[in-house]
Structure formats: structure tokens, C-alpha cells
């Protein structure tokens, strides 16, 4: 059974530097065509996607954002680490990490972590 | 990148099927048959109902099907249940090799 759980602070003030960790189990992110996503949601608003990490450390990143964010990955610890900064109050949110699995279902996240509320405000 | 555009509602009566579009550009939806469609409801993380255009994952009913023509995806819900009443996003692979959500649709059960 895969499992993935997000954490990190709920609150942060404007300019400062996001940091979050997303703890999975059931899967190895050095499996061949393995990867974690990262994906947010503003309250009552649409998902965004935000960066991928593969299991051969390649790297996506969402282009409106991604000279704010970078993507790293722990494969003893079975973590992903999501840093983002400069955050703005726009930038409030449910953070989701989630699953993706090339050979299983293409590029596509299953299944989610709960999510964690992270707020941006001073 | 530009947002996939989705209907911001749409609406059916138990047992009716109704479909969802989800329209990109050929850089995205008409380029990949990397289209997803993830189900979310109120307070829940989304779920994962269809993958690469048309694929059910193990465990979502058959009356969840997807298909695509040209730049626009679709999600068919055949035979609508109440427990089907969500939100409905779209996802696909970009040339910029990113990924794109669509806004979201709301879907009533009447």
C-alpha cells in the first residue's frame, strides 16, 4: 500500500522560504520510472502543478514558478523536499505530494497525500 | 502555460450520463495521450480516475470512461450516482515537459 503525508510549517511570513517534506512509504523512489510531484490548491481555487522529481533525479518544474522552487530527494529516508521562496500571501494554499508511476499510469498522480495548509501571511 | 479549460459546472440526474470537456493546445492535450481526470471531493486530496486519455485504474468503476479528439479531452460519467457529485480536474503533459491542470468542474447531481 503506497502512502505519502506532507509536512512542514502552516504558517510563514511574506519574502520568507517555504520548506516542505513529503514522507512516502510502499514504493522506492529508485525504482525505474518512479517520481513524487508536488501540487497545491488555494482555498475554493483550481489545482496547480508545481515540480516532479524522477528516480534518476531528473526534474520538472512548473514554469511560472520555477525560479522559486527546488526539488530534492532523500532515497534512504524515503522523503521528498520541496523549498520555495519568496512567498507571498498569493502563495496560501493546500500543499499535496503525490505518486507517479510511469509504466503503471503515464504521467499522473496516484494516489495523494492529505495535504497540509500551509497560510502566507506577516 | 496556460490552464486547460474546463466548464465551470455542469449537472445530471441520477442515472443520466453527462461529460466533462477539458481543452488544451496541440503543445499539450492534442500533442500527449498524457491526459489525466482526477475526481476531488470537498475536504478530500483528488483522486486518480482516468490515465493516458482512456485507462481506469484498478478499482473506478467502468462508468468512468475517457477519451480525446484533437486538442479536447473528455470525461464521460455514465449511469450518475449520487456519490459522484465532485469536483473534476483534468491534467496533461506539456512540450514545456511539465505537467497542466485544467480549472475544475463542478459537478451536481440533481
Known amino acids: 500500500q503506497i502512502t505519502l503525508k506532507e509536512s512542514g510549517p502552516t504558517l510563514v511570513k511574506p519574502t520568507q522560504t517555504l520548506t516542505l517534506t513529503c514522507t512516502f512509504s510502499?514504493?522506492?523512489?529508485?525504482?525505474?520510472?518512479?517520481?513524487v510531484g508536488w501540487i497545491r490548491q488555494p482555498p475554493g481555487k483550481a489545482l496547480e502543478w508545481l515540480a516532479l522529481?524522477?528516480?534518476?533525479?531528473?526534474?520538472r518544474y512548473s514554469p511560472s514558478l520555477k525560479s522559486r522552487l527546488t526539488i530534492t530527494k532523500d532515497t534512504s529516508k524515503n522523503q521528498v523536499v520541496l523549498t520555495m521562496t519568496n512567498m507571498d500571501p498569493v502563495d496560501t494554499a493546500t500543499y499535496y505530494c503525490?505518486?507517479?508511476?510511469?509504466?503503471?499510469?503515464?504521467?499522473?498522480?496516484?494516489?495523494w497525500g492529505q495535504g497540509t495548509l500551509v497560510t502566507v501571511s506577516s | 502555460q496556460s490552464a486547460l479549460t474546463q466548464p465551470a459546472s455542469v449537472s445530471g440526474s441520477p442515472g443520466q450520463s453527462i461529460t466533462i470537456s477539458c481543452t488544451g493546445t496541440?503543445?499539450?492535450?492534442?500533442?500527449?495521450?498524457?491526459v489525466s481526470w482526477y475526481q476531488q471531493h470537498p475536504g478530500k486530496a483528488p483522486k486518480l480516475m482516468i490515465y493516458?486519455?482512456?485507462n481506469r485504474p484498478s478499482g473506478v468503476p467502468d462508468r468512468f470512461s475517457g477519451s480525446k479528439s484533437g486538442n479536447t479531452a473528455s470525461l464521460t460519467i455514465s449511469g450518475l450516482q449520487a456519490e459522484d457529485e465532485a469536483d473534476y480536474y483534468c491534467?496533461?503533459?506539456?512540450?514545456?515537459?511539465?505537467?497542466?491542470f485544467g480549472g475544475g468542474t463542478k459537478l451536481t447531481v440533481l
Open positions: 503525490a505518486h507517479s508511476e510511469i509504466a503503471v499510469a503515464g504521467i499522473s498522480f496516484d494516489p
Open positions: 510502499g514504493f522506492s523512489l529508485s525504482t525505474s520510472g518512479v517520481g
Open positions: 522529481i524522477y528516480w534518476n533525479d531528473d526534474k
Open positions: 496541440s503543445s499539450d492535450v492534442g500533442g500527449y495521450n498524457y
Open positions: 493516458e486519455v482512456s
Open positions: 491534467s496533461s503533459y506539456t512540450s514545456s515537459s511539465a505537467v497542466v
